[in-house]
């Protein structure tokens, strides 16, 4: 098992300090002093998120963006936020977490072979960052997805992630890939090449809508527990 740790250090510091995208530096600067009533005495993190979990993974759940009082609030993804007091439990009870509750860096959460990224490091205004935004962004989950070299499974979180993982395996592999989003499904990204699952997004106008619902969500990490256990390596 090969120790990139060092890779790893130098992808999260590019991630952190970068700057690529205006607009976006604006906004989750913008939304860090402004802050939520709720979180005044917080210090936000304000800053791109890197990715978060195990190094060894063979899982990776890719979303749309930190939230704007989530992750940009905690520097830690789907932290502090209505999605990821959804995803976590569902983590948990599947395994993939040793806890289920996700409330900020340092509260003694640890992933299991699982590595929780985005298409996109920085909140975007209305939850959705321009085309040129998710191509500045793209290389970083690119990247993570080189480092993880076990990976067997990507779970996309919405259609966006969809979409955007679909691009990259695209690009990787020459191929058509040419797949519907739905909840729940799973296609093969080519011979000896992760699988990918879809899954609705966890967020508050999800769940809260009953679009997406506990059993529901418990069936993709149920899917990818068979994945799982089905391979091989
Ligand atoms: S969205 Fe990504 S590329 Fe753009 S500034 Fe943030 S970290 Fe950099």
Avoid at 9 to 33: F, G, H, N
Avoid at 181 to 203: E, I, M, N, Q, R
Wanted: proline share 5%.
């Amino acid at each position: 098992m090969g120790n990139n740790s060092k890779q790893w250090e130098k992808l999260e510091e590019a991630i952190v300090s970068c700057r690529q995208c205006p607009r976006l530096v604006d906004w989750r600067t913008e939304v860090a002093l402004k802050k939520r009533r709720a979180y005044l005495d917080w210090d936000y993190w304000g800053k791109p998120v890197p990715g978060f979990g195990d190094y060894q993974a063979r899982v990776l759940v890719v979303g749309l963006a930190p939230g704007a009082h989530g992750a940009n609030r905690t520097g830690r993804m789907f932290t502090g936020d209505g999605s990821g007091d959804f995803l976590y439990p569902a983590l948990h009870q599947a395994g993939f977490a040793n806890q289920s509750q996700a409330v900020q860096r340092g509260d003694g959460l640890e992933l299991k072979d699982m590595f929780i990224s985005s298409v996109c490091r920085c909140v975007p205004p209305g939850n959705k960052p321009n085309s040129a935004e998710i191509s500045n962004c793209l290389p970083y989950l690119e990247k993570e997805i080189d480092l993880l070299r076990r990976l067997r499974v990507i779970v996309a979180l919405g259609r966006l992630a969809f979409d955007q993982t679909l691009r990259l395996y695209r690009q990787w592999t020459g191929e058509r890939l040419r797949y519907d989003f739905a909840h729940d499904v799973k296609y093969s990204l080519g011979d000896g090449l992760p699988w990918l699952v879809a899954s609705y997004h966890p967020s508050r106008q999800n769940t809260q809508t009953g679009r997406l619902t506990e059993e529901m969500f418990a069936m993709v990490w149920d899917e990818v527990r068979e994945l799982l256990d089905g391979d091989p390596l």
